[in-house]
C-alpha cells in the first residue's frame, strides 16, 4: 500500500495544517496540489509553503482554459443559476478539481486524496462524490471533517508546528474564488438582516460610486459561446477576466442569497459574479431571439435540473451528460451579437442582433410592410377559445360565487 496522499492545497491554514496531521494521523507523505481556477494568487508562493510545512512533493496546475471549456462555458450555454441568484462558480470548480486530483493520485501512486472541507458545506460533497465516482479505490480523507479543532486549535496547533498562520486568518470571512465568481461567507453575514459591509467586497464597486456615465459593451457569441467583446475575438479565459473588471468597476454583479445547501441547511452567501452576470444575462437574450417558444420552455426546466445537479455535486453522472447533450443541440443557432448598458449596478441588455433570429420585422411591425395576416386571427381565437367557451357554458358559470377569478355581481346602491 502506497503512503501518499494527494492534498487539494490551497495556502491558506487549513490546507497548511493539514499537511502536518496527515502526516500525524494517517502516516501519509503528502503530495500537494494547489490548481488555478482564476483565483488571482501567488501560485509559486503557495508552491514554496506547501513544501516549507512539509509536503513531499508540490504541484501547481493552471486549469483556467480547462475550466471555462469544460465547466464554464457549457454552464453558461444551459442557462444554470441555482435557485434563480447564484451562477454557481464553486460549485463548477469542484467537480474540475476532483478529477485533477484522482489524475495526480493515479500519476504518482497515490493511495488517496484529501480536501480541507468541513462537514457543513456542500463542497465536501462534490469532492467525496467526484472522486468516488472516477476512482472508487481511492481514500478520501478530510481532516477538517475529521479533526475537531475549533478555529483558535487550529491556529495554536499551526503555532506548535511552525506553520505561519496567515494575516488574512484575522478576516471573518470565508472566502472562496475561481473566474466565474467569488463567494463570501460567515462572520456578520450570518445575520441575513444586516447588509453587507463594504469590506466583503473586491471585485465590485459599490454602485453609488461607480462612473456617473454608463458603459456600452457589445458580447458576440457563437453556438452559446461568448468569442467577442466590442468585435474582437478574445478566448475564454481573457474574456470573462476582462468582464469582471469592467462589470465589476461598474458594480454589476453583487449577489445576496439566502441559499438552501445540499446539507439541510439554509446559509447567507455573498456573491460577486461580474461577468457570470453580464454573460447569462446576454446569454438568455440571444435565446429569445433565437429560440422558439417551446424550446425556450423547455429548456428553462433543463436550467433548473441542470443547476440543480452541479450544484449537488452530480456532475459524473449519466443525467448530467444526457441533459448537456440537448443543451448542445440547442445552442446550433444560437449565434450573434447583444449590446447592454452597465450603469451604476445594473446590468441591461439594450440590443441583440442574430442571422438566426426568429424575431421577424414583416410579421412584428404596425407600420408599413405589415405581412401578418390579421383576417386570419378570427379563425384562430375561435378555435382556441372552443374549449374555453364549452366548459364555461356546462360547468363554470353556474359555480360561480366564491371561486377564485369569478367576481360576484355588483349590488347597485340606493
Ligand atoms: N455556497 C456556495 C456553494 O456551495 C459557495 C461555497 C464556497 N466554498 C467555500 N469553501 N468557501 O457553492
Keep these: 500500500m502506497s503512503n501518499k496522499v494527494v492534498l487539494a492545497y490551497s ?55 480547462l475550466f471555462v471549456k469544460y465547466f464554464v462555458f457549457p454552464s453558461l450555454q444551459a442557462d444554470a443559476v441555482y435557485e434563480g441568484q447564484y451562477p454557481l462558480a464553486t460549485a463548477l ?22 480536501h480541507g472541507c468541513t462537514g457543513k458545506g456542500n463542497d465536501q460533497v462534490r469532492f467525496d462524490v467526484g472522486v468516488s465516482a472516477l476512482a472508487p479505490n481511492l481514500r478520501i480523507i478530510a481532516p477538517a471533517r475529521e479533526w475537531g479543532m475549533t478555529r483558535e486549535e487550529t491556529i495554536e496547533y499551526a503555532r506548535r508546528h511552525d506553520i505561519p498562520v496567515p494575516i488574512t486568518v484575522a478576516s471573518p470571512y470565508s472566502i472562496d474564488e475561481c473566474l466565474w465568481g467569488r463567494s463570501i461567507e460567515c462572520g456578520v453575514l450570518e445575520d441575513p438582516w444586516a447588509e453587507p459591509p463594504d469590506d466583503v467586497f473586491a471585485w465590485t464597486k459599490a454602485p453609488a460610486q461607480a462612473p456617473d456615465k454608463p458603459v456600452y459593451i457589445e458580447i458576440g457569441f457563437e453556438k452559446g459561446v461568448p468569442v467577442t467583446v466590442d468585435g474582437k475575438e478574445v478566448a475564454g479565459v481573457g474574456l470573462i477576466q476582462q468582464l469582471n473588471e469592467l462589470a465589476g468597476s461598474h458594480g454589476v454583479g453583487r449577489i445576496d442569497h439566502i441559499e438552501n445547501r445540499l ?152
Excluded at 95 to 114: C, F, Y
Excluded at 366 to 391: C, E, M
Aim: proline share 3%.
Design 11 to 65: 495556502g491558506g491554514l487549513d490546507t497548511s495544517v493539514a499537511i502536518q496531521w496527515l502526516k500525524e494521523n494517517y502516516d501519509l507523505d503528502v503530495i500537494a496540489l494547489t490548481i488555478d481556477v482564476g483565483n488571482e494568487r501567488d501560485f509559486s508562493a503557495i508552491k514554496q509553503k506547501a513544501l516549507k510545512v512539509g509536503a513531499v512533493k508540490s504541484l501547481v496546475i493552471d486549469a483556467r482554459d
Design 263 to 414: 446539507v439541510g441547511i439554509k446559509s447567507r452567501e455573498i456573491y460577486e459574479a461580474p461577468a457570470a452576470v453580464v454573460l447569462l444575462q446576454a446569454h438568455l437574450a440571444l435565446e429569445a431571439m433565437t429560440l422558439a417558444k417551446d424550446q425556450l420552455r423547455f429548456k428553462q426546466r433543463v436550467a433548473q435540473e441542470y443547476a440543480d445537479l452541479i450544484y449537488n455535486g452530480l456532475w459524473f453522472t449519466s443525467l448530467h451528460q444526457d441533459l448537456a447533450a440537448y443543451v448542445q443541440s440547442s445552442q446550433r443557432h444560437v449565434s450573434g451579437t447583444v449590446r447592454l448598458k452597465l450603469f451604476k449596478g445594473s446590468c441591461q441588455v439594450v440590443g441583440r442582433k442574430s442571422p438566426k433570429s426568429l424575431y421577424n420585422l414583416s410579421l412584428a411591425t404596425y407600420d408599413k410592410g405589415d405581412l401578418f395576416d390579421q383576417s386570419a386571427a378570427a379563425g384562430f381565437i375561435h378555435l382556441w377559445g372552443l374549449p374555453v367557451r364549452t366548459q364555461a357554458q356546462v360547468q363554470l358559470l353556474e359555480e360561480a360565487e366564491g371561486r377564485s377569478g369569478i367576481i360576484p355581481p355588483v349590488k347597485e346602491e340606493g
Design 93 to 114: 470548480s469542484r467537480p474540475l478539481m476532483a478529477k485533477l486530483l484522482v489524475d495526480t493520485a493515479l500519476e504518482e501512486g497515490a493511495s488517496a486524496i484529501a
